[in-house]
């Protein structure tokens, strides 16, 4: 039996000899919470004025408003039922509760919420603990997006519709079930363009930590929402029978409904239990990353820095450690008018390394570049890594700076899965740019479906510097010819 206290020992050691050195560049500064209340952040954004509209999980709605002579904090809502998301859209909250998703608006602007609306109550809800519903988040095309968590021991299908789905809403209050096929889908956020993107976490059905596209009618695997195939209004047609127990990509072959994730967290490697999902589109006021995403991670209280590219029409990329040593497990982020990412944090009595329980951390940009590989894209016989300062060629043009390996998961109904199929790859060659910021390695023997894990421990930047995170894994979906 695994011993999660041990487990939690060893990452909460891991995190504080990585953090050292990442508060050089990214430094966590901690805002005092009103003391009278457990502050457990489920759910927050930022006004138009800089101020922060923060849900509590216990169901409370309120303002933030970071100001010169210190913090003001003013309860504005409360008898809400496990709120997990809030949006300011039309003039007003929008936010999901269990059983609905509500508007809540403060008719006279006195920073007090007068009325409460139901958008839309078109879900089912049993009473079963696992029913969490998260969002809402806003897509390009101004639709509204929710994601249900499963049900979890209890398969009511009268009682639970759409339990398992990503659903979209529009401004009447419509309802579409859009995908399924989900766990527990804590994360929801947009990219640069607009495109709606979850993140989900380990378990049953869940080899690890996954980031998926949002894209009507996808099945992502977790084979219960299929019950509501067959109700009016469901983009997907039940499959007959569904091959498990095998490694994922020849479930992928046998399953061609199933769609993989964008990107794969490998299990404590890049995280535990991955949550909330925002992207840098702050013009270089966090730092060197625009318009990549930034992914937080519950049990190791930490955040996880993504980039994506599109191959054969599909989203795939590239996952890298960013930022350790929370106080408290990151369920939610938004930015701040000053560029730095604003964190709430509750570990709701769960396991997770850090200091706290709950709470609140800026983190900010310290106007120091780090020596990181900025960005990972498959090539054809191998991957081209671009740097954020110059590398100095003759370690970054040395084939031994580099090792990389592959693995994949179980796709079952089991809880997780180990990596399997692991292979370690021959890098041929390393060849640096003429600017020296990016280097192309040459590859032997690229798997599609699989998780490659390089490490760049040799190389160093033209200044003799190490890389400040060493490991990058690359989620091949696609290959390139």
């Given amino acids: 039996m695994v011993n999660y206290r041990n487990v939690l020992l060893s990452l909460l050691i891991l995190a504080s000899l990585a953090s050292s050195g990442e508060e050089e560049y990214y430094r966590i500064e901690t805002v005092s919470t009103p003391s009278y209340v457990s502050f457990e952040i489920s759910g927050m954004d930022t006004l138009p004025d800089g101020r922060i509209a923060a849900t509590l999980r216990k169901g409370e709605l309120w303002l933030i408003d970071p100001r010169s002579d210190g913090t003001d904090f003013k309860k504005i809502a409360e008898a809400l039922h496990e709120p997990l998301g809030v949006l300011w859209h039309n003039d007003s909250y929008?936010?999901?509760?269990?059983?609905?998703?509500?508007?809540?608006?403060?008719?006279?602007?006195?920073?007090?919420?007068?009325?409460?609306?139901?958008?839309?109550?078109?879900?089912?809800?049993?009473?079963?603990?696992?029913?969490?519903?998260y969002g809402p988040k806003i897509d390009l095309n101004g639709k509204l997006w929710v994601t249900l968590n499963q049900t979890i021991g209890k398969k009511i299908v009268e009682e639970n519709r759409w339990r398992g789905w990503g659903v979209s809403i529009d401004e009447e209050g419509n309802l579409t079930p859009e995908n399924c096929g989900m766990r527990s889908p804590c994360g929801l956020g947009a990219n640069a363009t607009g495109?709606?993107?979850?993140?989900?976490?380990?378990?049953?059905?869940?080899?690890?930590?996954?980031?998926?596209?949002?894209?009507?009618?996808?099945?992502?695997?977790?084979?219960?929402?299929l019950e509501h195939c067959s109700r009016e209004g469901s983009p997907i047609e039940k499959p007959k029978k569904i091959e498990s127990g095998i490694p994922i990509p020849g479930a992928i072959e046998k399953n061609p409904f199933l769609s993989p994730p964008a990107v794969w967290f490998p299990y404590r490697k890049a995280g535990m239990s991955a949550t909330d999902i925002v992207c840098d589109k702050s013009d270089g006021e966090f730092g060197p990353f625009a318009n990549q995403m930034f992914v937080g991670d519950f049990t190791e209280a930490e955040i996880h820095r993504v980039f994506l590219e599109k191959v054969g029409g599909e989203y795939q990329g590239v996952c890298f450690p960013f930022r350790s040593g929370f106080q408290s497990a990151v369920v939610r982020m938004t930015w701040g008018k000053e560029g730095n990412l604003i964190v709430g944090e509750t570990n709701r009595g769960w396991n997770s390394i850090g200091s706290t329980s709950f709470g609140l951390q800026d983190l900010i940009w310290t106007g120091k570049v780090p020596f990181e590989i900025k960005e990972v894209r498959v090539k054809p016989n191998g991957f081209l890594l671009t740097f954020t300062q110059p590398v100095d060629p003759e370690t970054a043009g040395n084939p031994e700076s580099y090792e990389m390996s592959s693995y994949t998961y179980l796709y079952h109904s089991n809880y997780g899965s180990e990596e399997i199929g692991t292979k370690d790859h021959m890098i041929h060659s390393a060849r640096v740019s003429e600017d020296k910021m990016s280097v192309l390695l040459e590859v032997e023997?690229?798997?599609?479906?699989?998780?490659?894990?390089?490490?760049?421990?040799?190389?160093?930047?033209?200044?003799?510097?190490?890389?400040?995170?060493?490991?990058?894994?690359?989620?091949?979906?696609?290959?390139?010819?």
């Fill in 195 to 225: 495109e709606m993107f979850f993140t989900d976490q380990q378990g049953n059905w869940v080899a690890a930590g996954t980031l998926h596209h949002l894209k009507q009618g996808a099945f992502y695997g977790h084979s219960d929402s």
């Fill in 94 to 133: 929008y936010i999901a509760q269990r059983g609905e998703l509500s508007q809540l608006i403060d008719h006279d602007g006195d920073d007090i919420i007068d009325e409460f609306r139901t958008v839309t109550d078109d879900w089912g809800l049993t009473g079963n603990y696992h029913e969490y519903a």
């Fill in 445 to 481: 023997g690229l798997r599609r479906y699989y998780v490659h894990e390089l490490k760049a421990g040799g190389v160093q930047s033209e200044q003799g510097e190490p890389l400040l995170h060493v490991n990058a894994f690359y989620t091949l979906n696609n290959l390139l010819h």
